[in-house]
C-alpha cells in the first residue's frame, strides 16, 4: 500500500510540473509571436521608409581652377572706379579643368568684359556681388560652349575682391 501512496502523491506533483512546462512553453511562444508581430508592423515599416527616403549621394570633392587676378575699370560716370577680383571657378570635374585650361584666354576675355560692363552700385550689396558670381559662371560656360566640357562650370568664389 505504501507503494500506491508514493505514486499517487507522485503523480499530482508530476502533473504540476507538466502543467507548469506547458503555461510556460505557451507562454514563450506568445511571446515569440508577439516580438515577431511588432518586428513585421515596425520593422518593415522602417524599412519601406528607410527605402523610400532619398538616399544622399555622397559628396563629390569639387576640382578648382584659379584664374589670375583680374583688374578692370568699372562703368561709372563720377569718378574714375576699378575693381580688382581674384577668381577660383568650381567645375564638374578634371576634364572640365582641362579644357577651361586649354580655352583661358577666352575664359578671361568673356569674364574681363562682364566685369568691365559693371557699376559700382551694381555689386556693392551681397545680392549683387551673388548675382555677379552666376554671371560670372555664366561667361566662362559661353566660353567652353560647343566642347565636351559645356556647361562644366558650376560656381565660382571670390578669393579676393576690393572695389575702389
Known amino acids: 500500500m505504501a507503494d500506491k501512496k508514493d505514486t499517487a502523491a507522485a503523480a499530482p506533483a508530476k502533473g504540476g510540473k507538466g502543467k507548469l512546462a506547458v503555461i510556460a512553453a505557451a507562454g514563450a511562444a506568445v511571446l515569440l509571436a508577439g516580438a515577431g508581430g511588432a518586428w513585421f508592423v515596425f520593422g518593415k515599416s522602417a524599412q519601406v521608409q528607410a527605402e523610400a527616403a532619398p538616399k544622399a549621394a555622397p559628396r563629390r ?76 559662371v555664366a561667361s566662362a560656360n559661353k566660353a567652353i560652349a560647343g566642347t565636351p566640357a559645356a556647361n562644366g562650370v558650376e560656381a565660382v568664389n571670390f578669393t579676393h575682391l576690393i572695389v575702389q
Open 61 to 136: 570633392m569639387p576640382v578648382f581652377v584659379e584664374l589670375d587676378t583680374f583688374t578692370v575699370n568699372l562703368k561709372d560716370k563720377e569718378d574714375e572706379r576699378f575693381l580688382q577680383a581674384r577668381l577660383v571657378l568650381e567645375v564638374r570635374d578634371s576634364a572640365v579643368s582641362e579644357m577651361l585650361k586649354t580655352l583661358m584666354p577666352s575664359v578671361r576675355n568673356e569674364i574681363l568684359l562682364l566685369l568691365g560692363s559693371k557699376q559700382v552700385a551694381e555689386i556693392a550689396t551681397r545680392e549683387g556681388k551673388e548675382k555677379l558670381a552666376q554671371e560670372i
